[in-house]
């Protein structure tokens, strides 16, 4: 069965530096998802990526899924206190129609 | 569009009580999906609809868990009878369909089994 793991668990970082949170498949991905999660709410959609070596793009969030459509990382530039949360990589279940998701990245910023 | 509506957002109840978590998908979206998270595994899947049928329930636990889809409009994952290993927070997800299409969740159903 598919699995991904993100990297790092956890990461705090100084409000308007830079990080990067790394989604890596087991399998070939069809789909990958990125979503961030606030502490006691759901899930909300930030950006799907299905080709090899697509790149997208909002605010200050970029996602890119490398060529071999194995990885995924997500960058934010210039970070502020909003942006901290639970993010999750998601990969569609291409057999299943299910979404896989991997353990989260928990981001800290602080001002 | 209110978005996925899930009821209720809390849950206490005493271990052997009958738990029924309530959810309605988005008007017009196919595909439902429960979800269950806790610190220790992330978040699971536990089973998925397409058209009100159950397209793989293999991620539920457990005979205690059930889960129905009567109509479009409105699902059910019910636990009986509820263990403290239940506790988590549940979620419902729907989407137009199933293959790559953006998942909106709820707000989730936070459980306690005491």
């Known amino acids: 069965s598919q699995e991904l793991e993100q990297s790092p668990q956890s990461l705090i970082v100084q409000e308007g530096k830079n990080l990067t949170i790394n989604c890596t498949s087991s399998k070939t991905l069809y789909g990958l998802y990125w979503y961030k999660q606030k502490y006691g709410e759901g899930l909300i959609f930030l950006m799907m990526l299905q080709k090899g070596g697509e790149e997208k793009s909002h605010e200050k969030i970029t996602a890119k899924l490398d060529e071999k459509k194995q990885q995924s990382s997500l960058h934010i530039t210039a970070s502020q206190p909003s942006h901290a949360g639970i993010y999750l990589c998601?990969?569609?279940?291409?057999?299943?129609?299910?979404?896989?998701f991997g353990k989260g990245t928990k981001l800290s910023v602080k001002p | 569009d209110a978005g996925v509506i899930q009821s209720p957002r809390h849950e206490v109840t005493e271990m052997g009580q009958e738990v029924t978590l309530r959810c309605k998908p988005i008007s017009g979206h196919n595909s439902l999906f429960w979800y269950r998270q806790t610190m220790m595994r992330g978040l699971e899947l536990l089973i998925y609809f397409n058209n009100n049928v159950p397209i793989d329930d293999s991620g539920m636990p457990e005979d205690r868990f059930s889960a129905k889809m009567p109509n479009a409009s409105f699902s059910t994952l019910k636990i009986q009878p509820s263990e403290p290993r239940d506790s988590a927070v549940y979620f419902c997800?729907?989407?137009?369909?199933?293959?790559?299409?953006?998942?909106?969740f709820g707000p989730g159903t936070r459980l306690t089994v005491l």
């Open positions: 997800a729907s989407s137009p369909g199933l293959f790559a299409y953006e998942q909106f």
């Open positions: 998601g990969a569609d279940g291409r057999s299943q129609g299910n979404l896989i």
